[in-house]
């Protein structure tokens, strides 16, 4: 059974643009498309209690939901629409409703081009937590944005193994759309010692260590270039921090993807850096893609 693509709405105009990008992407991928409604409901003090509150708060949230789904049938008539209000901690309704979809659309209120995404307490758990890819859509996202010519850009870090979630996901998003990847690996001089033996030997073998970031953004790419022979692949490796590299190759992209390890540290799940980064000043939607 082909996995919903989901959106987390609330009302707010940030959410309404989720769910518009997520209607588009279930079209695309011709899956069904899944609205939920995450609500915690706080018992009233006994004096305070209003005879069914309780089902009137819960239907007038089902209808609100259920008119932000009206406007997205009309766009899309032939697409399958389910919602679902899940009551209880916001985080934890969310990361239940990720674990069933294909991926996970949220909103993100933009705060001008240079502070870009607001990324809440919820969005940042969600995100470090989510069994599955999370798209962050601004509350400006409009189809135009979507336009062709518009590339799909995506971080590449590691061996091919590290990144091949993260390809995966920017290939068949361009493939769907028929859009280009542009695949952008950054890197920087090694402080003494960073390099084992081992890797400064590979490095000079391919004449050093720009050469070597080529060819080993190449070797990533390849079993890639072989799965989706017609879309169009640039690759671009740059010297800097990888955040600010990625930014800068997505100034003009409909959709940036980078990647989050999946494991969990001694203080808990994390975001990343270069993820933390390019959600909070990205222009375009950031999908973020966990991996092992």
Same mark, same amino acid.
């Given at each position: 059974?082909?996995?919903?693509?989901?959106?987390?709405?609330?009302?707010?105009?940030?959410?309404?643009?989720?769910?518009?990008?997520?209607?588009?992407?279930?079209?695309?991928?011709?899956?069904?498309?899944?609205?939920?409604?995450?609500?915690?409901? %706080? %018992?009233?003090?006994?004096?305070?209690?209003?005879? *069914?509150?309780?089902?009137?708060?819960?239907?007038?949230?089902?209808?609100?939901?259920?008119?932000?789904?009206?406007?997205?049938? %009309?766009?899309?008539?032939?697409?399958?629409?389910?919602? %679902?209000?899940?009551?209880?901690?916001?985080?934890?309704?969310?990361?239940?409703?990720?674990?069933?979809?294909?991926?996970?659309?949220?909103?993100?209120?933009?705060?001008?081009?240079?502070?870009?995404?607001?990324? *809440?307490?919820?969005?940042?758990?969600?995100?470090? &937590?989510?069994?599955?890819?999370?798209?962050?859509?601004?509350?400006?996202? &409009?189809?135009?944005?979507?336009?062709? #010519?518009?590339?799909?850009?995506?971080?590449?870090?590691?061996?091919?193994?590290?990144?091949?979630?993260?390809? #995966?996901?920017?290939?068949?998003?361009?493939?769907?759309?028929?859009?280009?990847?542009?695949?952008?690996? /950054?890197?920087?001089?090694?402080?003494?010692? /960073?390099?084992?033996? *081992?890797?400064? @030997?590979?490095?000079?073998?391919?004449? #050093?260590?720009?050469?070597?970031?080529?060819?080993?953004?190449?070797?990533?790419?390849?079993?890639? @270039?072989?799965?989706?022979?017609?879309?169009?692949?640039?690759?671009?490796?740059?010297?800097?921090?990888?955040?600010?590299?990625?930014?800068?190759?997505?100034?003009?992209?409909?959709?940036?993807?980078?990647?989050?390890?999946?494991?969990?540290?001694?203080?808990?799940?994390?975001?990343?850096?270069?993820?933390?980064?390019?959600?909070?000043?990205?222009?375009?939607?950031?999908?973020?893609?966990?991996?092992?």
């Amino acid at each position: 059974m082909t996995r919903p693509i989901t959106a987390g709405v609330d009302g707010s105009e940030e959410s309404l643009a989720a769910l518009g990008w997520a209607a588009r992407e279930a079209v695309r991928a011709g899956a069904p498309l899944h609205a939920v409604h995450a609500w915690r409901y %706080e %018992e009233p003090r006994d004096d305070d209690a209003e005879p *069914g509150e309780r089902a009137a708060r819960e239907a007038a949230l089902a209808e609100q939901l259920a008119e932000a789904v009206r406007a997205v049938g %009309e766009r899309h008539p032939g697409l399958t629409v389910t919602t %679902e209000i899940r009551e209880g901690d916001t985080v934890a309704a969310l990361l239940g409703a990720a674990a069933d979809a294909d991926r996970l659309v949220l909103g993100s209120r933009g705060q001008g081009p240079v502070v870009g995404f607001l990324l *809440g307490s919820v969005g940042q758990q969600v995100i470090a &937590e989510a069994p599955r890819p999370v798209v962050l859509v601004r509350a400006d996202d &409009e189809p135009v944005t979507e336009a062709a #010519g518009r590339e799909i850009v995506v971080g590449q870090q590691g061996e091919p193994d590290d990144s091949a979630d993260t390809l #995966g996901f920017a290939f068949r998003a361009a493939a769907a759309r028929g859009a280009a990847v542009r695949a952008v690996r /950054a890197w920087t001089l090694p402080p003494v010692f /960073a390099y084992s033996p *081992g890797s400064l @030997r590979l490095a000079d073998e391919a004449g #050093g260590l720009e050469p070597y970031e080529r060819k080993a953004l190449a070797a990533a790419l390849a079993p890639w @270039r072989e799965r989706f022979p017609d879309v169009p692949v640039v690759e671009q490796v740059e010297m800097g921090s990888a955040g600010q590299v990625l930014l800068s190759a997505a100034a003009g992209a409909q959709l940036l993807v980078v990647g989050r390890r999946a494991r969990r540290t001694a203080v808990g799940a994390r975001i990343g850096s270069v993820a933390h980064g390019v959600l909070h000043h990205a222009r375009c939607p950031v999908a973020v893609v966990p991996h092992d």
